[in-house]
Structure formats: structure tokens, C-alpha cells
């Protein structure tokens, strides 16, 4: 069985290819910046902290790609550099081996994520990793559950990928597709 953040790669991986441009909204580590460079013609990744991006370009050169723009700047600002994508992927939390109380929040995830669903093509996908067994964790799990439960079902399909049986607040993975052009 697939964990929730190795199904989010395989239901992106589906439908991206090299001539696609792709979102990382939350660069992080970088980890995800790389699976989508490996994918994709272009990458736009997006954090707030000069840490995430360092990383992230360091892991970049040693696979040895430049395919991907690292915007220190946080994910609701996705639109001033990009308006037409194939794909995204979010990971809602905080920067692990980073400052703990940095973490994303539900206004600029929710402002990002009406942004999302307005930039993805047609038949594209975004994959939101929610961890929330942190402080702000179970406000924003909320409320990006709220948001997307409301999404038109004629535009968009939206799932659920998670472990029912497991404690501590396990991450699990929501899954957009859009069904058709607005």
C-alpha cells in the first residue's frame, strides 16, 4: 500500500510531462521540487523561509537540474509568477529541522489554493499533504477540508487518501483533479 505523500507523487506523476509547467507551493526540503523537475519542462516553487530554498537548490545541482525557480516568497503569491499549470502539490505543516513555529497557515493556504484550482489546466491535478499534529494544524486541516468539499463537482473531483486505523494524527493526501476549463 502506498503512503499518502507516495500516492500524491504517483497521481501527479500520471499526468505530467516534460512539456508541462508544475507548482510546488510548499518547497520545503526540496523533495518535491525534485520529483516534479524530474517530470516536468518547468517548476515554480514557493516558500517563506531562505532556508527551504538553499536546500532545495542544493539538491537541485546535485541531480544535476535547473529546470525549476525558487521563490522565497509564500504560496498565495503563486499567481504573480505563473497563471497556467498542469499540476501542484502542497505539504501543510512546518519545514522539518526548522523552526517549528514557522507553519503554514489557512488564510494565505486558502488564498493559494482558489489560485490552484484557477491556474490548473484542464485535466490537471493538485495533491495537498495535510499534517496537522502541530499547534494551527487542526485549524487549517479544517478549513482546507471546508474549501474543498465546496469546489463544483461539475469542475473539479476531489478525494480522500488516508489510514483509518493509525494515532497521533497521521498525514493524509487530498486530491484534486479539474474537470474542465472556467
Do not use: W
Amino acid at each position: 500500500m502506498l503512503r499518502p505523500l507516495q500516492m500524491a507523487h504517483a497521481f501527479l506523476a500520471e499526468v505530467v510531462t516534460k512539456e508541462d509547467v508544475v507548482v510546488d507551493a510548499t518547497m520545503g526540503n526540496g523533495h518535491d521540487t525534485l520529483f516534479l523537475a524530474k517530470l516536468a519542462k518547468q517548476v515554480y516553487a514557493f516558500d517563506i523561509q531562505e532556508q527551504a530554498v538553499e536546500k532545495t537548490r542544493q539538491r537541485l545541482a546535485e541531480a544535476g537540474l535547473d529546470n525549476a525557480q525558487l521563490i522565497l516568497a509564500g504560496h498565495e503569491t503563486l499567481d504573480q509568477y505563473i497563471d497556467h499549470f498542469k499540476a501542484a502539490i502542497f505539504n501543510l505543516g512546518y519545514l522539518p529541522s526548522a523552526d517549528k513555529s514557522v507553519i503554514t497557515r489557512p488564510d494565505t493556504t486558502l488564498e493559494a489554493l482558489e489560485k490552484v484550482c484557477r491556474g490548473l489546466e484542464k485535466g490537471g491535478r493538485a495533491a495537498i499533504m495535510i499534517y496537522y499534529g502541530h499547534d494551527g494544524g487542526e485549524v487549517e486541516k479544517d478549513a482546507v477540508l471546508d474549501f474543498v468539499s465546496q469546489l463544483p463537482q461539475q469542475d473539479f473531483t476531489v478525494a480522500l487518501y488516508k489510514t483509518i486505523n493509525q494515532i497521533n494524527n497521521p498525514p493524509f493526501l487530498v486530491m484534486i483533479e479539474k474537470l474542465k476549463e472556467k
